[in-house]
């Protein structure tokens, strides 16, 4: 049983297609399935049948962004509190002779995924829970990056690239602002300083990570202007002065986090008001992370193999972990991690990644990331667009 | 002489590239100049010298998005009015021995060509003047459609096929309305359709063309979202109610444009208090028509070809004319218009482009538009993004 859990990505489905073709190769499985909606697919018995998926399928499956089988955003209550869920999870399971499931979400997930492990290790219910890491926002610990930050990055880094040639066009220009996702971490903001290596990168990067102090903001983007004629800012979401987050809004989603939004508009404001410069907010919104048309080649492939080894880890009867990435002597290495280690732990942009000035990025963070957005993806195309996997032609149980 | 004017395209370096290297094939020029910053480098004597770009910075310069040269929004008083200004111009021409301007952009730039045009003639002038289309706008009229439009067509409809896909994960989810460019005409906002070709697209679509209801919006909406769980909306920036513009703020351009945005957000404002649904807002703001990461094949090639047709009627000894691409039993003609036929003059999307309801895009539409968006772009990579031109290396006069 595999489940797609949380925000998608543009590699989601790569681990996807990585668990489906393993499981059908491995002959271990009398059925493959995928919960539709993730958790809430699982306690409505709602699957699809994936076990006859043609290689033709699965080549399309690896290449489509957003979760084909459906997401879910579930909070699992402690089963101290609630053990009723768990008992009926338990008994869908047993119905259908689930034995592992393959959960594959970020942070949040694992916490879901931890949970369920410790309850099916608690009352001997014999079903592997196994973690395939997933997220654009690469906030994962115990894992050198996350499949999904990598193609994130090539796209947001792209659009960076051509949004400095773009907004350099006139002589007197604007100071545009750009946000990016990251409300806890700047790693997807931080990969737009990749631009900056062929001189086509923002003038000022802002990463939640640091505080952040409008009137330096201010000064600096003016003294850019003042002497280039434009200026591009990238800010992560989540960027916070001593006051709490500039963009923060009332709202608070079904996790306790703040949900952000408006980074760019409140600081383009401030531009118009205090420096009368003209000035413009972009915010790269959720194409960030559903841009499967530039991919990573190594983030698909990455994506795809976590996956596998998710399987493998199964059958090897390993249970209550996350496939994990590490590296030993350049070699890319699929290890494990406990799921108690990964759950609900936030990994934060080390302090050496970013300049001294607290605006830009250095050179450190490069070795880190350029692996990370090498290789090009080629997709089929149908009506001059992308042809991605539909999710509608797939078989339920 | 070459000047690049309004708006950036991903293509419209595709045109400068066609037109010196048509010009440097020709061997009829001394000297291939390109005014810095359009006509603010005309009237300042900033030129670069391209006559010696060599064929593989050409190449490279035909896949950059954005000028390269430096663009403007010049708008030229009438001569009647102030005839210091054409005197200029033409002293600064004489001095440099300019024999022929191709002015690169769109209607407002039309009509600064046609005037100049229009001033060398009277007074004898031996420049030719020759207008070379361009708009991510696709509103000249008198050609069948405009370089600039078809790229960014093909990235408007991969990035909604993209969103349909990403918004559609989770078993309920919200109302999300995409704000796409087009003030007048929803030429870019149609092209979205092309992802329901593959049933990935947009459940309604709103162009300026048609009176927007907005009771009649939410209704629908709220019928779809009731019946999906979720509703993906794409608008143009330009759509108006019998009140006027829904997204209008009150700057003016220099042009006497009014200045749009904040639709998605206003609408998604009135879903969140009328409705009571979830709903998001994304603007697709300047990627549309600064990314060149996924080119069509054919806008880039129109858009070369136009640039090299210039040069030729140039040097064929017309003048006061924009090149104008036209059909001829399928294949494609590039021809001529009289710039005083295209100035400011505004192409409408047909009626019969719109689907009798007015929320979507009719069938016939995908006969005009399949054929604009065809083909990719096989791109160079450098750090894992597109390697661009770089216009710091230059050569100025």
Known sequence: MLAQSGGATAVINASAAGVISEAIASKSFNKILCA???????????FFDVSDLSSESLELLEKTPASAFGSCRYKLPKFEDDEDIYRTIAKIFDRHNVSCLLYNGGNDSMDTCNKLS??????????KVIG???????????????????????????????LAL?????????????????????????????????????????????????????????????????????????????????????????????????????????????LGINTRAIDL?????????????????????????????????????????????????YGEVQLSEVANAVKSVPK???????????????????PLIKGEVQLQYKYGIPHYFDSSKLKKL
Chains 1, 2 share one sequence.
């Open 36 to 46: 539709h909606f993730g958790m809430n697919g699982i306690l409505k018995e709602d």
């Open 118 to 127: 410790k309850y099916f290790d608690k009352t001997g219910f014999p079903c």
């Open 132 to 162: 395939v890491p997933k997220t654009v926002d690469n906030d994962l610990v115990k894992t050198l990056y996350c499949p999904g930050y990598g193609s994130a990055s090539k796209y947001i880094a792209t659009t960076i690239e051509e």
């Open 166 to 274: 773009d907004t350099s066009v006139y002589e007197v220009g604007r100071i545009t602002v750009c946000e990016i996702m990251g409300r806890d971490t700047g790693w997807l903001t931080a990969s737009c300083a990749v631009a900056s290596l062929s001189g086509k990168g923002p003038d000022l990067i802002y990463l939640p990570e640091n505080d952040f102090e409008i009137d330096a903001f201010l000064k600096d983007a003016e003294t850019i202007y003042r002497k280039k004629g434009h200026c591009l800012v990238a800010v992560a979401e989540g960027i916070r002065t001593d006051k709490g987050y500039v963009g923060a809004k009332e709202t608070i989603d079904s996790f306790n986090h703040v949900q952000l939004g408006g980074v760019a508009n409140k600081l383009t404001n401030l531009i118009s008001l205090q």
């Open 285 to 333: 919104n959720l194409p960030q992370r559903a841009a499967a048309h530039i991919l990573s080649l190594r983030d698909q492939q990455d994506a795809f193999k976590c996956g596998k080894r998710a399987v493998q880890l199964a059958l090897e009867g390993q249970s209550g972990i996350m496939v994990s990435i590490g590296e030993d002597n350049d070699n890319t290495v």
């Open 352 to 370: 050496d990644y970013v300049s001294n000035d607290g605006a830009h990025i250095s050179e450190k963070f490069f070795d880190y990331i350029l």
